[in-house]
């Protein structure tokens, strides 16, 4: 929810902490993105890691040894598990535009009600991966680069493509 102080405390994080080089060039610059991102995000774990130019909103949950990549958008109600790496330029959608009317132009309708992003523990998102609005990937799947995800993602899944789709599992069979 954006109250004044979190619009104040984005803001300096977007002037100040959010152009700080990248974390693995400059640990500093990690502790100082961290330090903002706790106090907008609605849940924040230990050892999060916040990217270079990574733009986020106070819906934001995530947890423990996670992370948002360098120019990632994460927008609206997040849920990110624990263990989840995110390479650059994701983009998380949580709302869309409207398009249902065909007597007046589609930029005049507005957006769709947010609807939640999860993304469970131990999942890996790979660079410019594009997430639709509602969409939980299940625990321990790989999201391929450039994938486009309309749809949920089974645990230990292996998507790619446009849109994206089920390419292998990840489980082995014992016995």
């Given at each position: 929810?954006?109250?004044?102080r979190?619009?104040?405390?984005?803001?300096?994080y977007?002037i100040?902490?959010?152009?700080?080089?990248?974390?693995?060039?400059?640990?500093?610059?990690?502790?100082?993105?961290?330090?903002?991102?706790?106090?907008?995000?609605?849940?924040?774990g230990?050892?999060v890691?916040?990217?270079?130019?990574?733009?986020?909103?106070?819906?934001?949950?995530?947890?423990?040894?996670?992370?948002?990549?360098?120019?990632?958008?994460?927008?609206g109600?997040?849920?990110?598990?624990a263990?989840?790496?995110?390479?650059?330029?994701?983009v998380?959608y949580?709302?869309?535009?409207?398009?249902?009317?065909?007597?007046?132009?589609?930029c005049?309708?507005?957006?769709?009600e947010?609807?939640?992003v999860?993304i469970?523990d131990?999942?890996?998102?790979?660079?410019?991966?594009?997430i639709?609005?509602?969409?939980?990937?299940?625990?321990?799947?790989?999201?391929?680069?450039?994938?486009?995800?309309?749809?949920?993602?089974?645990?230990?899944?292996?998507?790619?493509?446009?849109?994206?789709?089920?390419?292998?599992?990840r489980?082995?069979?014992?016995?």
């Amino acid at each position: 929810m954006w109250t004044f102080r979190t619009k104040v405390i984005y803001v300096l994080y977007q002037i100040f902490a959010g152009n700080l080089p990248k974390s693995q060039h400059w640990h500093f610059a990690q502790k100082f993105r961290c330090f903002f991102a706790k106090r907008i995000a609605r849940s924040f774990g230990k050892n999060v890691n916040i990217e270079k130019h990574a733009h986020f909103t106070p819906g934001l949950s995530i947890g423990d040894n996670s992370g948002v990549g360098i120019r990632c958008e994460v927008n609206g109600p997040v849920t990110i598990g624990a263990n989840v790496m995110m390479g650059p330029e994701v983009v998380i959608y949580t709302q869309t535009h409207k398009y249902d009317r065909t007597d007046i132009p589609m930029c005049e309708q507005g957006s769709t009600e947010p609807s939640e992003v999860v993304i469970e523990d131990d999942v890996w998102l790979g660079r410019r991966a594009i997430i639709m609005p509602g969409v939980r990937i299940g625990k321990g799947s790989i999201i391929g680069a450039g994938a486009v995800v309309t749809k949920d993602v089974p645990p230990y899944s292996v998507v790619g493509g446009v849109p994206a789709r089920v390419i292998r599992t990840r489980e082995r069979n014992e016995g």
